[in-house]
Each structure stands twice: as structure tokens, then as C-alpha cells.
Nanobody, 117 residues
Framework: QVQLVESGGGLVQAGGSLRLSCAAS????????VGWSRQAPGKQRELVAQ???????NYADSVKGRFTISKDNAKNTVYLQMNSLKFEDTAVYYC???????????WGQGTQVTVSS
């Protein structure tokens, strides 16, 4: 059972930056994909960014050009750099890892990001 633990959330003013981290209990090179999703109050969870083991990335249109996903295999950690934050980025952010295509995701417990306008 792989455990994922997010950190780095907090309160930031609009226009500011945050970097989220997701530490895995096992080697992340095992994952075919890692990523971040978020859920705002009253809304469904949505994909924010994904990084595959081939190095391809996928971003939600709402964050393109502002957010960057990356990983450090040696540290078993996935990052989400968030710049030019907007009020509508306020949500609980969850990281995930997927061991095989078509398989289920392992999820972290989430970290709150609050952007004040």
C-alpha cells in the first residue's frame, strides 16, 4: 500500500505563489502517472495536472501557463508549482499516483489552498 502525503498548502494573496509537495512512501518510478487534483466547496474534484512516466504533461485549461508539475525520483516527491494564484484556485489539493494504466489511483489526504482576493 503506497502512502502519499501532501504539504505546502496555506493562505496566499491573489497573484502570489505556492509550491505543493507530495511525498510517497515508495519509489515513484513505479507510477505510470502522478498528478494533482483539486476540489472546491460544492464542486466536483477536477484534474489540475498530470505527469506520466514518459515525461508528458497534461494541465487543466484554467491553470495552463500558471502551474507546473514536476517530480524528483530520488526524493520520491511530486511537486506542483502554482504561480499567479487566483481566488478561484481556492480548493483542497490532492496528489495521486497510478501504478498501471487503467488501474486505480492512490490518493493523499489533501492540503488546503486558500487564495484571498
Amino acid at each position: 500500500q503506497v502512502q502519499l502525503v501532501e504539504s505546502g498548502g496555506g493562505l496566499v494573496q491573489a497573484g502570489g505563489s505556492l509550491r505543493l509537495s507530495c511525498a510517497a512512501s515508495d519509489s515513484i518510478v513505479r507510477f505510470v502517472a502522478v498528478g494533482w487534483s483539486r476540489q472546491a466547496p460544492g464542486k466536483q474534484r477536477e484534474l489540475v495536472a498530470q505527469l506520466t512516466n514518459y515525461g508528458s504533461t497534461n494541465y487543466a485549461d484554467s491553470v495552463k501557463g500558471r502551474f507546473t508539475i514536476s517530480k524528483d525520483n530520488a526524493k520520491n516527491t511530486v511537486y506542483l508549482q502554482m504561480n499567479s494564484l487566483k481566488f478561484e484556485d481556492t480548493a483542497v489539493y490532492y496528489c495521486y499516483g497510478r501504478l498501471r494504466w487503467g488501474g486505480e489511483n492512490y490518493w493523499g489526504q489533501g492540503t488546503q489552498v486558500t487564495v484571498s482576493s
